[in-house]
Structure formats: structure tokens, C-alpha cells
């Protein structure tokens, strides 16, 4: 018991038993200020426990021998469709050349009728319109 009370006593005097103790309080306090900061909110009202997903599933999981969830099987995929189609604008043939919007009327007519179709894939009409002047 007198040795470790030397040595205790030597560190002190060596001013070597603070940095450490210093050094040994961060290094345990900051892995457990990160979390605390994670799962509360500090805001003017007070604190508040933030509903993060991490949270809600350690809180629901009933057994300590459930898997998580990023483990879980999902369900498999659909194939994706091969059938797809792009609507291009019509181009105005009028002799004064004031009918395009009566074109792009019934481009977006003929691309809201094919959007309905659920085997179909559509491209936007932002995309397709982009081909108007070539």
C-alpha cells in the first residue's frame, strides 16, 4: 500500500497525473457526449429526444437476438421493365407557323394517355421536348 501511495505521489510531483487523468477523462467523455448529442436536441425550449431511426429500432426490437435491420431479406426486386417510350414534340407545318402550341398540345395529350399505362415507361416531356429544334 506505501508503494502505490509513492507512486501516486511521485506522478504528482512529476505533474504527470493531471495531462493523464486530463487525457483519460476526454478520451471516455467524448464517445459518450457524441451519442448524447445524437439521440437529444438541445433547443431554447429544453431537450428533446430526436426520433432518429437508429432509435426507434433499438426501442422496438423485443429480443437481443433479432437481427438488424439492415440484415433483414428484402423483398426481390421487379425485373425491370424493357418497354419504354418517348413522346417527341410535333413539328408545325402550318403556313404561318403559328400552330406550335396546338402541336405541343397534342404531344402532351398522346404522353398523359401512355403515362396511364403501368408496363410502360414514359420519358418526361422535359426530355423529350429538348429535341423540338433538331
Known sequence: MNAKRSIIAELKRRKVLVPRAITLVL???????????????????????????????????????????????????????????????????????????FSDGIAEEILDALVKLKDLKVAGRTSSFSFRKR
Open 27 to 101: 478520451l471516455i467523455g467524448f464517445p459518450i457526449a457524441v451519442v448524447m448529442a445524437w439521440i437529444y436536441d438541445v433547443t431554447p425550449r429544453g431537450s428533446n429526444a430526436t426520433q432518429t431511426q437508429w432509435l426507434r429500432w433499438r426501442l422496438r426490437r423485443r429480443s437481443r437476438l433479432a437481427p438488424p435491420p439492415w440484415t433483414r431479406a428484402r423483398p426481390p426486386r421487379r425485373p425491370a421493365s424493357r418497354k419504354s417510350i418517348a413522346v417527341l414534340p410535333f413539328t408545325d407545318l402550318s403556313p404561318q407557323r403559328d400552330q406550335e402550341y
